[in-house]
């Protein structure tokens, strides 16, 4: 069973002549799963449709960001309007501080906060930041936890990292991470030995409170509120990166689904995907005292031309007020579609005989190859990725698309309902009997 794909492979041959790889991000070109990347012309809702006139379902969701759906019709009004009074400034308006208060409203944390216009740049800054405030230089970050590709912190990070098998990357000095510790997720006593080798040199510990660019992993229970607290202990921040996890998981994110165990907020928050609606933005804030550390205020430079951009701000705005308009029900379908799925899959493989752990958070999602429960990013490499590629490849012949790597999490919409998750059912009920082949 071969898609037809005519259109898509002459476009990923012209692309590959313009574009490394043909791409603009490496894991787009499908090399952990092999074949060509079907080329995308439009998407509605849960669907996607390629230059072949093949209809997906879509389980990828643009990486995050299309928590709504594709073509969020109250989004795509509100960039049109916007474009019609300029797409850029470059001096402020007033829906930057629209979109702040909407923020706000979901995340009691964050005090005040700074838009950017990607999740990198949010990690990147909240980082600056922390060391700035703390007045300190180590880092400490999680193997597996992406928080995008700012120099410092591509150290065993997940996502195409973990993807492509590369320790780190090429064109990063030891020097610029000399000062970054990556211990093991889920595990409180690495933290405690890192705070006690490097004492009053901490300046904040960043996480995915649960992991997305691994593959799903939730945090074990007590993970979350021991980080709370080691972290205070030191007087170093904790940093939540909710790129992937904040207005998805909850409005306010992991920390308002774990608030009850947590024992605090964090110092800082990162934010991205859902807060763009689909545009480039990224945004990090937290309390008021540490971020009024930044410049013009404070001596933590940080900037952006295109920063707090009126469509980006426009369809952040759209997305954000009609998730708090729908909150009592939005977040029970999402729990519900995706419980649906999962399960679904899961009696498929033991009908089967075939070893698959499934871990699943809300609306975040993963099938990984393995027998053995998954709580961090060893246990998530002991997957078996060939058969992975294979579950991958016969799913988008059958018209469902996953994202393309053992090592990603999977995102189910609100679009996405009692139809699409019987169709993704017996998509898998065939895609497992392959993946034995
Ligand atoms: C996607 C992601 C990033 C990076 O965001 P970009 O917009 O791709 O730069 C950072 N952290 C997490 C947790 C992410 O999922």
Redesign the pocket.
């Known amino acids: 069973m071969a898609l037809p794909l005519t259109r898509s492979k002459a476009l990923q041959r012209r692309a590959e002549t313009l574009l490394p790889g043909g791409v603009d991000s490496p894991v787009r070109a499908f090399r952990a799963v092999g074949g060509d990347p079907p080329f995308l012309v439009s998407a509605k809702g849960a669907y996607l449709s390629d230059a072949d006139g093949n209809r997906y379902i879509d389980l990828f969701g643009s990486?995050?960001p299309m928590l709504l759906g594709h073509a969020f019709p109250p989004a795509v009004e509100a960039i049109r309007e916007a474009a019609g009074h300029s797409a850029s400034f470059g001096a402020s308006t007033a829906a930057e501080a629209d979109l702040a208060e909407l923020v706000q409203l979901c995340f009691p944390s964050i005090q005040k906060l700074r838009f950017v216009s990607?999740?990198?740049?949010a990690?990147m800054s909240a980082i600056r930041l922390a060391r700035g405030f703390t007045g300190r230089p180590f880092v400490i970050k999680f193997e597996g936890?992406?928080?995008?590709?700012a120099d410092a912190l591509l150290v065993k990070a997940g996502?195409g990292v973990a993807t492509f098998g590369i320790p780190g990357s090429a064109g990063v000095p030891n020097e610029t991470v000399m000062h970054t510790l990556a211990l093991p997720y889920n595990d409180l006593s690495a933290v405690e030995a890192a705070f006690a080798a490097h004492p009053e040199l901490v300046a904040c510990v960043i996480l995915?409170p649960v992991v997305?660019?691994a593959g799903t992993i939730a945090p074990l229970p007590g993970y979350l509120k021991g980080l709370r607290e080691i972290t205070r202990k030191h007087g170093a921040l904790l940093i939540f990166?909710e790129?992937?996890t904040g207005f998805r998981l909850a409005p306010g994110g992991a920390q308002e689904l774990f608030a009850d165990e947590l024992g605090g907020a964090p110092d800082l928050t990162?934010l991205?995907?859902i807060i763009g609606g689909g545009l480039p933005v990224?945004a990090f804030g937290g309390r008021a005292e540490i971020m009024d550390y930044l410049a013009p205020l404070g001596p933590v430079y940080q900037a952006g031309t295109l920063s707090g951009n009126p469509l980006a701000m426009a369809a952040g705005i759209a997305t954000l007020r009609s998730l708090l308009e729908q909150r009592e029900t939005i977040y029970t379908r999402l729990e519900a579609t995706t419980a649906a799925i999962v399960e679904g899959i899961a009696r498929l493989a033991v009908e089967r005989g075939i070893a698959l752990t499934t871990n699943r958070v809300g609306s975040m999602f993963t099938c990984f190859f393995t027998p053995s429960a998954v709580t961090d990013f060893t246990t998530a490499s002991h997957s078996d990725t060939a058969a992975f590629a294979r579950f991958h490849r016969a799913m988008l012949e059958r018209g469902v698309w996953l994202p393309p790597s053992q090592f990603e999490a999977a995102f189910v919409s609100t679009e996405h309902g009692p139809a699409e998750v019987d169709a993704i059912l017996a998509a898998a009920a065939e895609a497992l009997h392959e993946v034995q082949k």
């Not at 990607?118 to 740049?121: Q, Y």
């Not at 936890?145 to 590709?149: L, S, T």
């Open positions: 990486w995050g990607s999740g990198t740049e990690c936890c992406y928080h995008g590709h996502s995915e997305g660019n990166d790129v992937m990162t991205g995907k990224g």
